[in-house]
């Protein structure tokens, strides 16, 4: 990465909200699972390093979904929570059966909740 752009890195880190910084994890999420399905044909490599990435992100969100000291109403939470425990599920099938079209829900719930806390729809 150029100088410039680690530079470019660390200033939108410190002024970027919780949402966006949410919503850029999901989306790297997203991308570490969609790297796997492009180069499916060729290996499985990566797939246990993008698994490990998204289980471990949304066990924050899960935990943070759970906490009582959480400002968001508790449907909002109860949902988080829901779609945390799926794709921690999810997750941890594919680990034991390597199934690539699987791989897609993951993709698409990382990236449409990344779409909702950007705003975009």
């Excluded at 909200?17 to 490599?45: C, F, M, S, Y």
Aim: glycine share 6%; proline share 2%; net charge neutral.
């Amino acid at each position: 990465m150029s100088i410039g752009a680690q530079a470019y890195a660390r200033t939108a880190q410190t002024t970027a909200t919780p949402r966006d910084i949410e919503a850029q994890a999901l989306l790297k999420a997203a991308r570490k699972l969609q790297d796997v399905v492009e180069n499916w044909g060729h290996t499985d490599a990566g797939l246990d390093d993008a698994l490990l990435f998204n289980r471990k992100l949304w066990s924050i969100f899960v935990g943070d979904a759970m906490n009582d000291q959480n400002p968001e109403s508790i449907g909002i939470r109860q949902n988080i929570a829901n779609i945390g425990i799926f794709v921690l599920t999810q997750c941890t099938a594919l680990q034991q059966v390597r199934q690539v079209e699987h791989l897609q829900a993951l993709i698409d719930i990382n990236r449409n909740i990344a779409a909702g806390l950007s705003g975009r729809p």
